[in-house]
C-alpha cells in the first residue's frame, strides 16, 4: 500500500480544513519527521495551481489524470467547488475508492457532495447539518437515519465532518490511519483544543 495522503482541493478551497490532519502527519511537537509514516501529496483538477478561499495558490502534485491508483487515503477538503460542474468529476475518483476500501476523508461542502451522490447512504456520518444534506443530496440521499449530529463520525473507512471540525476531522483519520499510538492522538487533539495555556495553568 503506498503511504501517500491525497487532498483533493477544487477551486475555492478551505485551507484551514487541512491544517491539523497534514501537520500531524509532517511532523511531531518539535520539529519535521524525519522518517513520516505517510506522505502529504496534493490531488487539483488540473496541474495549474488552485486557489483557496482566502486566495492562496496550492501547487499539486497530481492532477485528476495523472493521480496514483495506489495511496493511503483519499481526503477530500470542503469549500465552494463542491457546488460547481467541477465536482462531478470526482465521483468516480471516490466511487473507486470506496470499492477498492481506502480511507476516504469529506468535510465541509464535500460531505454534502458525499450525500449527493450516494456516497453516505450506508454509513453513519455528519456534515453541514441534515438539512444541507438533504438539500444536496435529494433522492440520491437515502440515509436521513444515519446522520448523527457530531462534529466528526468515522464508520467504516468514511469519515465526515462539519466545517468547524478541522480538529476532529483530524483526529479521526489519524486513528484510522493509526498514525501515531491512540494516547499521542488524543493528546495533539486536546493541546490544540484546549489550547497551551489551559492544558499547562500557572
Known amino acids: 500500500m503506498s503511504n501517500e495522503i491525497l487532498y483533493l482541493l477544487l477551486p475555492d478551497y478551505a485551507a484551514h480544513e487541512i491544517v491539523y490532519l497534514s501537520q500531524a502527519v509532517a511532523s511531531d511537537e518539535f520539529a519535521l519527521k524525519e522518517n513520516p509514516k505517510y506522505v502529504n501529496k496534493v490531488v487539483a483538477?488540473?496541474?495549474?495551481?488552485?486557489?483557496?478561499?482566502?486566495?492562496?495558490?496550492?501547487?499539486?502534485?497530481?492532477?485528476?489524470?495523472?493521480?496514483?491508483d495506489d495511496y493511503a487515503a483519499l481526503v477530500l477538503i470542503g469549500g465552494f467547488?463542491?457546488?460547481?460542474?467541477?465536482?462531478?468529476?470526482?465521483?468516480?475518483?471516490?466511487?473507486?475508492?470506496?470499492?477498492k476500501g481506502k480511507i476516504v476523508g469529506a468535510i465541509?461542502?464535500?460531505?454534502?457532495?458525499?450525500?449527493?451522490?450516494?456516497?453516505?447512504?450506508?454509513?453513519?456520518?455528519?456534515?453541514?447539518?441534515?438539512?444541507?444534506?438533504?438539500?444536496?443530496?435529494?433522492?440520491?440521499?437515502?440515509?436521513?437515519?444515519?446522520?448523527?449530529?457530531?462534529?466528526?463520525?468515522?464508520?467504516?473507512?468514511?469519515?465526515t465532518a462539519n466545517g468547524s471540525a478541522t480538529l476532529e476531522f483530524a483526529k479521526e483519520l489519524l486513528l484510522l490511519l493509526e498514525n501515531d499510538t491512540p494516547e499521542r492522538i488524543e493528546m495533539y487533539y486536546q493541546f490544540n483544543k484546549l489550547g497551551f495555556c489551559n492544558l499547562f495553568p500557572n
Open 45 to 68: 483538477p488540473t496541474l495549474e495551481p488552485v486557489k483557496s478561499i482566502g486566495g492562496f495558490r496550492t501547487l499539486p502534485d497530481y492532477s485528476f489524470a495523472t493521480m496514483p
Open 81 to 99: 467547488g463542491w457546488g460547481t460542474p467541477v465536482a462531478d468529476s470526482v465521483v468516480p475518483i471516490v466511487r473507486k475508492a470506496i470499492e
Open 108 to 159: 465541509c461542502n464535500a460531505a454534502s457532495f458525499m450525500a449527493k451522490h450516494g456516497f453516505l447512504n450506508t454509513v453513519r456520518h455528519t456534515g453541514n447539518g441534515l438539512e444541507q444534506l438533504k438539500l444536496w443530496g435529494g433522492d440520491n440521499y437515502t440515509n436521513a437515519n444515519g446522520y448523527v449530529h457530531a462534529q466528526a463520525v468515522s464508520d467504516k473507512g468514511i469519515v
